[in-house]
Protein backbone atom coordinates (compact mmCIF):
# COMPACT_ATOMS: atom_id res chain seq x y z
CA UNK A 1 0.00 0.00 0.00
CA UNK A 2 1.57 3.14 -1.03
CA UNK A 3 1.90 6.02 1.47
CA UNK A 4 -1.45 8.50 1.59
CA UNK A 5 -0.97 12.01 0.69
CA UNK A 6 -4.05 13.63 2.48
CA UNK A 7 -6.16 13.16 5.41
CA UNK A 8 -9.92 13.01 3.61
CA UNK A 9 -10.17 9.11 4.38
CA UNK A 10 -10.40 9.92 8.14
CA UNK A 11 -13.70 10.98 9.63
CA UNK A 12 -12.24 13.39 12.04
CA UNK A 13 -11.87 16.97 12.87
CA UNK A 14 -8.34 17.43 13.22
CA UNK A 15 -7.62 15.85 10.33
CA UNK A 16 -10.06 18.25 8.30
CA UNK A 17 -8.24 21.64 9.36
CA UNK A 18 -5.00 19.82 8.13
CA UNK A 19 -6.43 19.36 5.17
CA UNK A 20 -6.62 23.21 5.07
CA UNK A 21 -3.64 24.17 6.83
CA UNK A 22 -1.26 20.95 7.27
CA UNK A 23 0.67 21.66 4.18
CA UNK A 24 4.62 22.90 4.39
CA UNK A 25 4.38 26.86 4.31
CA UNK A 26 0.72 27.25 5.32
CA UNK A 27 0.75 28.40 8.89
CA UNK A 28 3.70 30.73 7.81
CA UNK A 29 1.57 32.17 4.54
CA UNK A 30 -1.45 32.49 6.90
CA UNK A 31 0.88 34.61 9.68
CA UNK A 32 2.48 36.66 7.02
CA UNK A 33 -0.80 37.37 5.88
CA UNK A 34 -1.79 38.21 9.36
CA UNK A 35 0.72 40.84 10.00
CA UNK A 36 0.29 42.71 6.85
CA UNK A 37 1.94 40.79 3.57
CA UNK A 38 -1.52 40.91 1.46
CA UNK A 39 -0.15 40.75 -1.80
CA UNK A 40 1.84 37.74 -4.01
CA UNK A 41 5.49 39.68 -3.79
CA UNK A 42 5.10 40.94 -0.71
CA UNK A 43 3.98 37.06 0.95
CA UNK A 44 7.23 35.38 -1.36
CA UNK A 45 9.89 38.21 -0.63
CA UNK A 46 8.63 37.60 3.43
CA UNK A 47 9.08 33.84 3.61
CA UNK A 48 11.23 33.52 0.19
CA UNK A 49 8.93 30.57 -0.76
CA UNK A 50 8.96 29.67 -4.64
CA UNK A 51 6.06 31.23 -6.58
CA UNK A 52 4.91 27.67 -7.72
CA UNK A 53 4.24 26.55 -3.92
CA UNK A 54 3.22 29.77 -3.10
CA UNK A 55 0.34 29.67 -5.45
CA UNK A 56 -0.71 26.16 -5.11
CA UNK A 57 -0.97 27.24 -0.93
CA UNK A 58 -2.99 30.61 -1.64
CA UNK A 59 -5.06 28.85 -3.61
CA UNK A 60 -5.81 25.78 -1.38
CA UNK A 61 -6.40 28.84 1.46
CA UNK A 62 -8.72 30.57 -0.42
CA UNK A 63 -10.74 27.31 -1.37
CA UNK A 64 -10.67 26.52 2.15
CA UNK A 65 -11.97 29.55 3.07
CA UNK A 66 -9.20 30.90 4.66
CA UNK A 67 -8.44 33.64 2.41
CA UNK A 68 -10.32 36.29 0.18
CA UNK A 69 -9.01 37.00 -2.78
CA UNK A 70 -9.36 40.61 -3.94
CA UNK A 71 -8.18 42.12 -7.24
CA UNK A 72 -6.59 45.34 -6.72
CA UNK A 73 -5.19 46.19 -10.30
CA UNK A 74 -7.23 44.94 -13.33
CA UNK A 75 -4.23 45.16 -16.14
CA UNK A 76 -1.66 43.01 -15.13
CA UNK A 77 -4.38 41.67 -12.87
CA UNK A 78 -3.26 41.26 -9.67
CA UNK A 79 -5.18 40.29 -6.32
CA UNK A 80 -4.37 40.56 -2.78
CA UNK A 81 -5.09 37.95 0.18
CA UNK A 82 -6.94 38.82 3.42
CA UNK A 83 -7.91 36.68 6.24
CA UNK A 84 -11.17 35.93 6.49
CA UNK A 85 -13.64 35.27 9.91
CA UNK A 86 -12.19 31.72 9.37
CA UNK A 87 -8.79 32.74 9.30
CA UNK A 88 -8.85 35.04 11.64
CA UNK A 89 -10.25 32.30 14.08
CA UNK A 90 -7.00 30.74 13.15
CA UNK A 91 -4.45 33.36 13.94
CA UNK A 92 -4.52 32.81 18.17
CA UNK A 93 -3.82 29.56 17.43
CA UNK A 94 -0.63 29.96 14.88
CA UNK A 95 0.67 32.09 17.35
CA UNK A 96 0.09 29.88 20.73
CA UNK A 97 1.79 27.65 18.97
CA UNK A 98 4.71 30.03 17.74
CA UNK A 99 4.98 30.40 21.50
CA UNK A 100 5.56 26.53 22.15
CA UNK A 101 7.90 26.69 19.51
CA UNK A 102 9.90 29.02 21.22
CA UNK A 103 9.45 27.50 24.77
CA UNK A 104 10.82 23.94 23.05
CA UNK A 105 13.31 25.50 20.98
Do not use: C
Amino acid sequence: MSPRKNFQHLDDRLADALEVVGEWWTPLIVAAVDKGSFRFESIQNSLGIARNILTDRLNTLVAGGVLEKRLYTAKPQRFEYHLTAKGLELVPILKDLEKWGTRHR
